[in-house]
């Protein structure tokens, strides 16, 4: 089956500054990537996904990377804030394949005022 | 309000005695998965479903049943409950249509002694 790894496990940041967290794939058929953040006490929230089809997406202060060839795909997060501290996952998937999802082991990132 | 409820919140039980977490989603959507969550594992999936009366193992699915007999609900059983059971347990639900994000519920933190 797929395998997940993520890096960094943690990560900390003074306010303002770039995040990136990093995460390869084994399943080259993998073809939908997303990112989760979990806060403290609550199940993971999608903030961001990439299809294999594109090689970068953004979303405000939020954007993700995908290297197929490679098999990574990392999350940048520009201008950190103290509010974007918590656990974030990332997760691959094959859509012919119905609903299985691989997530990676997380990464708790602080965000330091 | 659109979400995936779990119930309950949090359990105590023992070794042996059977129980079953709750899950309900009011979205209408096809999929459904059963997580859990370990420190330093991140989210392994135990078992989904695609749609009423079809479900399929997840990467952990060893001491786990699941029943899908209507749309909204998944219930999660442990037949047997082991000490190597306890973990914090998640709900997801989506659309059936490619690409669609994941509603995660908010949690039910087992303990198994």
């Known amino acids: 089956g797929e395998n997940v790894e993520q890096h960094p496990s943690t990560l900390s940041v003074q306010e303002g500054d770039s995040a990136v967290i990093k995460c390869t794939y084994s399943d080259s058929a993998s073809n939908y990537f997303p990112w989760y953040k979990q806060e403290l006490g609550k199940g993971p929230q999608l903030i961001i996904d990439i299809r294999s089809n594109v090689g970068e997406k953004k ?11 490679a098999k990574h795909f990392s999350l940048h997060i520009t201008e950190t804030q103290p509010e974007d501290s918590a656990v974030y996952f990332c997760a691959a998937s094959k859509r012919t394949t119905g609903n299985q999802f691989y997530f990676g082991t997380g990464t708790s990132l602080t965000v330091i005022p | 309000e659109a979400q995936v409820t779990q119930n309950p919140r949090y359990l105590i039980t023992v070794t042996g005695k059977k129980l079953t977490v709750t899950c309900s989603q009011n979205m209408n959507h096809e999929y459904m998965s059963w997580y859990r969550q370990d420190p330093g594992l991140g989210l ?26 209507e749309k909204r609900n998944f ?15 998640f709900c997801a639900s989506r659309p059936g249509t ?16």
């Not at chain 1, 979303?59 to 060839?69: E, M, P």
């Not at chain 2, 219930?75 to 347990?89: A, F, V």
Request: a positive charge; proline letters at 7%.
């Open chain 1, 59 to 69: 979303d405000q202060r939020i954007a993700v990377t995908l290297n197929k060839t």
């Open chain 2, 44 to 69: 392994r999936q135990i078992y989904y479903s695609m749609n009423v009366e079809v479900t399929d193992k997840g990467d952990v699915p060893e001491g786990y049943k699941v029943s899908r007999k």
């Open chain 2, 75 to 89: 219930p999660l059983i442990l037949e047997s409950p082991s000490p190597n059971q306890t973990s914090l347990y």
């Open chain 2, 98 to 113: 490619a690409f669609y994000e994941q509603y995660f519920g908010p949690g039910t933190r087992l303990t198994v002694t």
